[in-house]
């Protein structure tokens, strides 16, 4: 092959890139044809971005963001402070309400809410009214509806 | 036409200083301007959100810049917080990672130059590689190809060294690298060729 045929180093290296346009494209796709060394050097760039996408890996292996947080705030930023509000109304198509519904419902049953244990005697001293006191409310003062 | 009931439902938004609401849930699939314009607005959520999103990028162009794995973790961060404190001086109408790897860049550039590197710096035993399922001899000969590859890196000028990362590593486009370095794009192509060649031979010859 006539060395003077060759291409430029740079558009084998931007062949390897996809960055030729189509007519640059053809034309040297058919010299590395017949072109051993512009072959090699090809081959090589291909090899070199294999190799160098293993180094793709690096990680700092922490968050990094509260600690800029912190630098940031000494340097005036603003933080957000309101809180949030809990809830918002939105319109939902009648499917997705039904299916919102639905899952409250199943989740209710889930939930079982085991019944208050008996208070015994010695607890009872932690009654609204323990014992021995007045109880000035017309309704049950304990737990036990026990008037002292 | 389907029917529309009203429903509450939790509230993901949140009300900044200026009382204006905005939306927190979706913070991921923000666009980087639009975190940049909410950290703006005072979220910080939308900075936290930029940060993790770049962390480990901006770390490891560092990292195979200079080749110190813990002065890149200061440097890294030295480039995030430069990041935001100058983001008034941030046009929007270029790309918030090109901003980033502008600064990383010359954070880099300006640690080398303190060090006037001009020796192999090796990087330690430790070296980050993606999990790819190897076996342990697999694993081993990878880690020395890596180590071997840092040297010969090391080995090119920063000039070649960083067009070459920015574009095999960072998969840059020759026209964002030609905007983060300053640089024709004419310039990107010969700078990029010509680093290949040079690291293609010190890596055929062994010399790292």
């Not at chain 1, 760039?45 to 294999?50: A, D, I, K, S």
């Not at chain 2, 939790?10 to 927190?24: A, C, E, F, I, Y």
């Not at chain 2, 939308?46 to 810049?65: K, P, T, W």
Request: aromatic share 6%; charged share 25%.
């Amino acid at each position: 092959m006539n060395k003077l045929d060759c291409p430029r180093v740079e558009e084998l290296s931007a062949y390897v890139d996809d960055a030729l346009e189509p007519d640059a494209l053809a034309a040297l796709a058919v010299h590395l044809g017949a072109c051993a060394d512009c072959r090699k050097t090809v081959h090589g760039f291909r090899e070199l971005h294999t190799a160098l996408r293993d180094l793709a890996g690096a990680r700092v292996g922490q968050d990094l963001a509260p600690r800029l947080h912190a630098a940031l705030a000494g340097s005036g930023a603003r933080v957000l402070r309101r809180p949030a509000r809990l809830w918002r109304v939105l319109p939902l198509p009648l499917a997705a309400a039904a299916s919102l519904l639905l899952g409250v419902f199943l989740g209710g049953l889930l939930v079982h809410i085991p019944a208050a244990a008996p208070v015994s005697p010695a607890m009872a001293v932690f009654d609204v009214v323990p014992p021995g006191g007045i109880c000035m409310s017309a309704g049950p003062c304990s737990p036990q509806g026990r008037i002292y | 036409m389907e029917t529309m009931v009203w429903a509450l439902v939790p509230d993901s938004s949140v009300t900044d200083n200026s009382g204006r609401v905005q939306d927190t849930m979706s913070m991921r699939e923000r666009r980087d301007d639009e975190c940049v314009a909410l950290y703006r607005q005072g979220d910080m959520r939308a900075f936290e959100e930029l940060v993790r999103r770049y962390q480990d990028r901006v770390y490891r162009f560092v990292l195979r810049m200079i080749g110190s794995r813990e002065e890149s973790l200061d440097l890294a961060q030295e480039t995030l917080l430069k990041a935001f404190q100058g983001l008034p001086r941030w046009r929007p109408q270029a790309q918030f990672s090109t901003w980033l790897f502008q600064i990383a860049r010359n954070t880099a550039i300006d640690a080398l130059r303190r060090r006037k590197l001009v020796e192999y710096v090796p990087i330690g035993d430790d070296v980050d590689l993606p999990d790819q399922g190897l076996s342990p001899e697999s694993q081993l000969q990878l880690v020395q190809r890596c180590r071997n590859l840092q040297a010969a890196l090391l080995r090119l000028s920063p000039e070649h060294r960083e067009v070459l990362l920015l574009r095999e590593v960072e998969e840059m486009a020759y026209d964002e690298i030609a905007e983060t370095l300053g640089l024709p794009e004419g310039t990107v192509k010969s700078r990029l060729a010509r680093a290949r060649l040079e690291l293609l031979a010190i890596c055929r010859h062994g010399t790292y």
